[in-house]
């Protein structure tokens, strides 16, 4: 007689076990989200400062080569550097000296449309100082003046608290009397947007129509914060460091 086998009726999840494993997937999913979402952001950060610090490295390079600071691009010169009705690098006259961008085109840095764009698709910004006569953006214009009567004007203040359009509220500045030559700095985050604070509001962006020669860096805050929401970040090109390379090039007695 032949034997009959019977096998295991095959089992399968239930509808509560699958919503439990969908319930605990979700858990771990939403725990690593936020985790990943900060790493990300750390990355950007780590990745706008490379590209202000090459930015300013470029800068340098431009200058030791033609003997001025490159004027900043426009918002439509396609990233070359932009000279008023008039202006040319003879006289240094630049159509937007304290609320350009940075002249990425004509600094020879890879872009795709001319702007230095950070991570976060907003163009980097740039100022320049239009003292002594335009003296740092015209040809041959600081070597002329001389280096002991040399007086860049930009300011970078720690709070907008207390500011003037040409001065930081005592104690406020990080940059020595009279000032730096060059502000290069990324709107962060929010960009074009821009922070609802009284700090991100004193740094030239499209939000803002203010384009005097005093700007704010300090770390972020958020919009709970006295001064309101800041992301921006902020560099500057140290006059020492400027005259020093220079002089070391030939361009400076």
Known sequence: MPIIKFSKPTTGFTLVEMAVVLLIMGILLGGLLPTLSSRIEQ??????????????????????????????????SNGLESFSTGGNADN?????????????????????????????????RYAVTKSNNNAFTSINGMNLTGLASLAPDLLVCTTATGISASSCASGAAL???????????????????????????????????????????????????????????????????????????????
Request: proline residues 8%; hydrophobic residues 35%; glycine residues 10%.
């Open 92 to 124: 240094g006259m630049c159509s937007n000296f304290d609320n350009g961008y940075a002249p990425a085109a004509t600094l020879g840095l890879v872009t795709a449309d001319g702007y230095a764009v950070e991570p976060w698709n907003n163009r980097i």
């Open 43 to 76: 990355q950007r950060l780590s990745d706008v400062r490379k590209q202000l610090d090459e930015i300013q490295l470029a800068v340098l390079g431009y200058t030791l080569i033609n003997g001025r600071l490159p004027c900043p691009a426009s918002a439509t």
């Open 175 to 253: 940059t020595a009397s009279p000032g730096v030559p060059l502000v290069i700095y990324s709107t962060g985050k929010n960009g074009s947007y821009g922070g609802t604070g009284i700090d991100e509001a004193a740094n030239p962006n499209p939000k803002s129509s203010n384009n005097d020669r005093v700007f704010v860096s300090h770390l972020p805050t958020a919009s709970s914060a006295a001064n309101g929401e800041f992301d921006d970040i902020v560099v500057w090109l140290s006059p020492s460091l400027l005259y020093y390379q220079m002089i070391a090039a030939g361009k400076l007695p």
